[in-house]
């Protein structure tokens, strides 16, 4: 279970059962409400809504979807399999997308050159069937993309009808489908300008529009068609209502983070969106958003290759398309790349111009997402860069042409190289999504590049479980076991044989039974690792004044845990809690800096869990120099 998977489930089943929309509107309607579909058929269980959860839920409904996996009676694994069965099929039709594009381009054995480095990719074998949006939003780019294109040559009602469809799912997939667009934009440029005709199929009656204005007039028509579907969908997978909540009472509901909270710093897109909710333009929950996304994608906690910062870096996608894609793929992108380039030097100017001409839709496709991408400050995760392998896997069935060389090694390169795919994959199985090429040293030390859900989204307790059960029996793991878990499933259920920690998330920490860091054996994914590592340096000074504070206390009301419950004036146990609470804070961000940079983890579990041994001596000097 990763984390985002238990917030889709949580969300994509409140919208069928109950039309209400207060949970994660900010991720895609569609996606959601496509993986959760055979759970809402199937009736499954679902949390009470008479609960301070879901009158104000906390980090988009996270605890919602908790319960609704582990605390009420479901089988977890069953409804992960299901959801994520759904997503399977979106994936193949991704894939179906490659095939098809890269067939009419390079013939039947491109198309299935592209298949087959977009089957084994260990980026589409990480998330393809995860019950997240990011595979529905890259299949709903490429058939929009494509669809938009094949209308700007033949206005026919198939045409159309795919167009609406596929916009308008783009538009609820993701809160960044604005960026069609401008790719339309590039692509009605390039066919206005090409000066081909237009024919229009309606009816039986079949016309050509010849002219460049005529066709531009025809091209802003279908903008605004374009529009009508985009704005259609999304009102229509919102129940037509502008409300997002049902049966919400002022004071009692509201969303995880209140909409003046939202709106608090988003520039001139303010008081865009406060007219937008005054006239009630789109549903509350589709503005509130795209309203958030844009408000949290400003600053973001960004890490990559030892660096932090709150508003990323440009190179950060580029670093992740260049270390998370197989090295046998770029491989196979260059020379696909070569191919293309020599054939282009060979053809006519007719020829090479008509070759461009065909690539308009593709490039737009992956020049305005990479302008997205490199101008983001949302550096998180590889996962957003998903909708530009499309074009990258269809432009590698150039290596069909090979077979067309006169030496008899370069014919076969192309099976080379994709049997080469294969082998890469099989090897990373099935730690894909911590996968790192071996360019940039492979995933061992892939915590000192990326983290997030670049490695770690919380995919590995299963297998932290099992590890930890393993290590019992052999006898390797004899003291306490504790672990640092980023994710939302449950340790419990997957029977990891150690204990939690640490509690400073509690929100009562009593002094009379503090908690220590004490010597042991300590798994702590590497997200968590690295962020906390980091704030240390930070946070330094003010430990220090702690530890002072807590001196002066001691002076007058020296704490032991031997005293009974009334020992203390109230405002002195009150003022130990907090000083308990943060000194275990403080402490446990000193041990990661110090885990982080003095030590080199044991084991790792599924390269995104890392294990040490702690002793006594290394706590002593570590947390108390």
Not at 160 to 182: E, H, I, N, R
Not at 500 to 518: M, W
Not at 556 to 566: A, R
Request: net charge neutral; hydrophobic share 45%.
């Amino acid at each position: 279970m990763t984390f985002d998977e238990v917030l889709h489930l949580a969300s994509g089943y409140a919208y069928w059962e109950f039309g209400d929309f207060r949970l994660q509107p900010t991720n895609g309607n569609f996606p959601q409400r496509w993986a959760t579909l055979p759970l809402w058929i199937a009736d499954v269980k679902y949390p009470t809504r008479d609960q301070e959860e879901w009158y104000q839920s906390g980090y988009l409904g996270l605890e919602i979807g908790r319960q609704m996996l582990y605390k009420i009676g479901n089988d977890p694994d069953l409804l992960l399999a299901a959801s994520r069965f759904m997503i399977s099929l979106l994936s193949a039709a991704l894939g179906l997308l490659i095939y098809d594009w890269s067939r009419r381009l390079f013939g039947k054995i491109g198309g299935l050159y592209s298949l087959a480095l977009y089957a084994v990719s260990p980026i589409f074998l990480a998330h393809g069937f995860l019950a997240t949006s990011d595979v529905a939003a890259a299949a709903c780019y490429l058939a929009a993309t494509g669809s938009l294109w094949s209308v700007l040559h033949q206005v026919s009602v198939g045409r159309l009808a795919a167009m609406f469809s596929s916009v308008g799912l783009l538009a609820v997939a993701k809160m960044s489908a604005p960026l069609l667009a401008p790719m339309a934009v590039l692509m009605v440029a390039a066919r206005v300008g090409y000066g081909r005709p237009w024919l229009i199929d309606l009816g039986g009656r079949r016309r050509l529009v010849r002219g460049r204005i005529a066709q531009t007039m025809l091209a802003a028509g279908l903008g605004a068609y374009v529009f009508v579907a985009a704005f259609f969908t999304i009102w229509a997978f919102h129940h037509f209502r502008y409300e997002a909540m049902v049966d919400a009472v002022a004071g009692r509901d509201d969303f995880s983070v209140s909409w003046p909270d939202v709106l608090d710093g988003i520039g001139r897109s303010q008081r865009v969106f406060e007219w937008c909710r005054e006239m009630r333009v789109l549903p509350e929950a589709y503005l509130y958003g795209l309203a958030h996304t844009i408000k949290f994608s400003q600053e973001r906690d960004a890490f990559l290759l030892g660096m932090y910062s709150m508003t990323g870096w440009w190179y950060f996608f580029p670093y992740c398309f260049l270390a998370k894609t197989a090295t046998f793929e770029w491989l196979a992108g260059l020379v696909s790349g070569a191919t293309l380039i020599y054939a282009a030097t060979k053809a006519s100017p007719r020829m090479s111009k008509r070759g461009l001409y065909y690539a308009v839709p593709l490039a737009a496709l992956w020049c305005v997402y990479w302008g997205a991408a490199v101008t983001s400050n949302l550096n998180i995760g590889n996962r957003h860069l998903l909708p530009i392998y499309g074009p990258w896997y269809i432009g590698c069935g150039a290596l069909a042409w090979l077979l067309y060389a006169r030496h008899a090694m370069v014919r076969r390169l192309g099976a080379v190289l994709v049997c080469a795919c294969f082998a890469d994959a099989a090897h990373a199985y099935p730690h894909y999504l911590a996968y790192f090429n071996a360019w940039v040293g492979g995933p061992d030390r892939g915590y000192r590049q990326m983290i997030d859900s670049s490695l770690d989204w919380g995919q590995d307790l299963k297998e932290l479980g099992q590890w930890s059960v393993e290590e019992r029996k052999a006898g390797r793991l004899r003291g306490r076991l504790f672990y640092d878990y980023f994710g939302l499933a449950d340790a419990g259920y997957h029977k990891v044989q150690g204990e939690e920690f640490p509690l400073f998330y509690a929100a009562e920490l009593d002094p009379k039974r503090p908690v220590s860091i004490a010597p042991g054996t300590y798994a702590v994914s590497a997200t968590y690792l690295v962020n906390k590592g980091h704030w240390i340096v930070q946070l330094e000074p003010y430990y220090q004044k702690l530890l002072k504070s807590i001196e002066i206390l001691s002076r007058t009301h020296p704490w032991t845990s031997q005293l009974p419950p009334d020992a203390y004036p109230p405002e002195i146990a009150e003022q130990w809690r907090i000083y308990l609470y943060q000194l275990l804070d403080y402490q446990t961000f000193r041990l990661y800096y110090h885990l982080l940079n003095d030590r080199t983890p044991r084991t790792t579990v599924g390269h995104s869990i890392l294990v040490y041994d702690v002793s006594q001596e290394e706590l002593d000097r570590w947390l108390l120099d």
